[in-house]
Nanobody, 125 residues
Framework: QVQLVESGGGLVQAGGSLRLSCAAS????????MGWFRQAPGKEREFVAVIARSGTITYYADSVKGRFTITRDNAKNTVYLQMNSLGPDDTAVYYC??????????????????WGQGTQVTVSS
């Protein structure tokens, strides 16, 4: 069992930055790859980024590539999402989640097991 708690969301103007954190409980954090998803009102939950167990491999959705950076600190059981050049289309609830990441790139929510409660990010124009 893994419990995930996101933080760092808030209201920011377009062009601004935010850094989200996701703190995990338990001693098995480093055994999971970690992903970030987001869900805007009326839309499906969409993949944002994923990072491998070691932190050496990352993948991003095309919509955030070059603006967002996912990192992790296994000593602190925490994964981060640095978000720069934010725009109104980035407004959503952001979730972190665990995945075993055996093959391919885990872009679908069904490939993730444990989820946090989400943190709201609102970007004003």
């Amino acid at each position: 069992q893994v419990q995930l708690v996101e933080s760092g969301g808030g209201l920011v103007q377009a062009g601004g930055s935010l850094r989200l954190s996701c703190a995990a409980s338990g001693r098995t954090f480093s055994s999971y790859a970690m992903g970030w998803f987001r869900q805007a009102p009326g839309k499906e939950r969409e993949f944002v980024a994923v990072i491998a167990r070691s932190g050496t491999i990352t993948y991003y959705a095309d919509s955030v590539k070059g603006r967002f950076t996912i990192t992790r600190d296994n000593a602190k059981n925490t994964v981060y999402l640095q978000m720069n050049s934010l725009g109104p289309d980035d407004t959503a609830v952001y979730y972190c989640a665990t995945t075993t990441w055996r093959v391919g790139i885990p872009r679908f929510a069904t490939e993730y097991e444990y989820w946090g409660q989400g943190t709201q990010v609102t970007v004003s124009s």
